[in-house]
């Protein structure tokens, strides 16, 4: 118990702040981001501490990830309706964390079909529980109200083509990266890529007991393949593929680098915390999660 304690408390250790409106940026003509805070969650953002994708068609709506509760996938909501009048037809749910998948109820309430990968709803099935409890704190019982765990009516074991309105997407999950089941969302005709929590821009990312550091790597390295000129990461803003490179696969390398000189000088997991992250500094939470990056790390490479 007080490992899982332990482990909500890391997960969602960003400081409290009052959470702006959710922001649309428009990427293409069909193409947009929804950026939520990168701030903690809570009451006033509905667990939406995340960035969602849309892609518009002449027959409907593809939403990139749920939002993190019932009441935050209708805020979602509100702000497409601004957007389009199209219906959303599917949602898409790139991992396990919360806000990639606890609104999909509301979804499917509206019509909607919810698209994941087989590995990321086992891993919603398992962490379901803990998921709810935490957001029972973060957000509180009102916030929270109406918001069960469902999960994908279709599910896809490494690849998944879905075409709407002459639009076609690809869909690919090849390993776990910050959590099993992620996938990215390649949308070519507007050379923009979706990535869930494969990228983080201007906050640190967060490697946790479920994350897989290594794969991580390789999973970047497999999106960044096809050289997307938009990039709407998991969390922060549209980016480009330098800066997404520079937040993310380089904050891990170095991680990666410095804990494997580590372990080959006989380090131990408590000493972990002090290699040096220092170029990564300027990243938002880079206090709150980069000591506990290092001890993660430690215990996989440790055994790999």
């Known amino acids: 118990m007080l490992r899982i304690l332990l482990l909500i408390a890391s997960v969602f250790a960003a400081p409290l702040a009052a959470a702006p409106v959710l922001e649309p940026q428009q990427i293409t003509p069909d193409a947009w981001a929804i950026v939520g805070p990168t701030t903690q969650r ?40 601004d957007l389009t ?7 898409i749910n790139t991992g396990g964390q919360d806000h990639r998948w606890l609104g999909n109820g ?23 529980s803990m998921q709810l409890t935490a957001l029972s ?6 916030a929270l109200a109406g918001t069960s765990p469902t999960y994908a009516d279709i599910r896809f074991d490494t690849d998944y083509e879905l075409t709407l309105g002459g639009t076609t997407l690809y869909l690919s999950h090849l390993h776990g990266a910050h959590t099993p089941g992620d996938a990215f969302v390649w949308h070519p005709a507007a050379a923009t890529m979706f990535t869930g929590d494969i990228v983080y821009v201007g906050r640190i990312l967060g490697v ?4 897989n550091s290594a794969h991580w790597l390789d999973t970047f390295d497999a999106m960044a393949a096809l050289n997307p000129a938009h990039i709407v990461p998991g969390h922060g803003p549209v980016t480009d593929l330098a800066t997404a490179t520079h937040d993310t696969r380089d904050y891990l390398a170095n991680l990666r680098q410095q804990i494997a000189a580590y372990i080959e000088e006989g380090g131990d997991i408590f000493g972990a915390v002090d290699v040096d992250q220092s170029a990564f500094a300027s990243l938002e939470n880079f206090d709150t999660l980069a000591r506990r990056n290092a001890q993660e790390v430690f215990s996989q490479m440790e055994w790999e």
């Open 85 to 91: 009048d199209q219906p959303v037809r599917f949602v």
């Open 42 to 81: 809570d009451p006033q953002n509905l667990g939406n501490n995340s960035t969602h994708g849309l892609i518009v068609t002449p027959d409907g709506a593809v939403l990139i990830d749920a939002g993190g509760s019932y009441a935050g996938a209708a805020a979602l909501h509100a702000v497409i309706q």
């Open 106 to 128: 509301y979804w499917q309430e509206h019509g909607a079909q919810i698209i994941a990968s087989a590995d990321a709803v086992a891993d919603q099935t398992t962490r379901a």
């Open 137 to 142: 704190v973060l957000i509180g019982a009102e």
């Open 208 to 211: 946790m007991e479920f994350s």
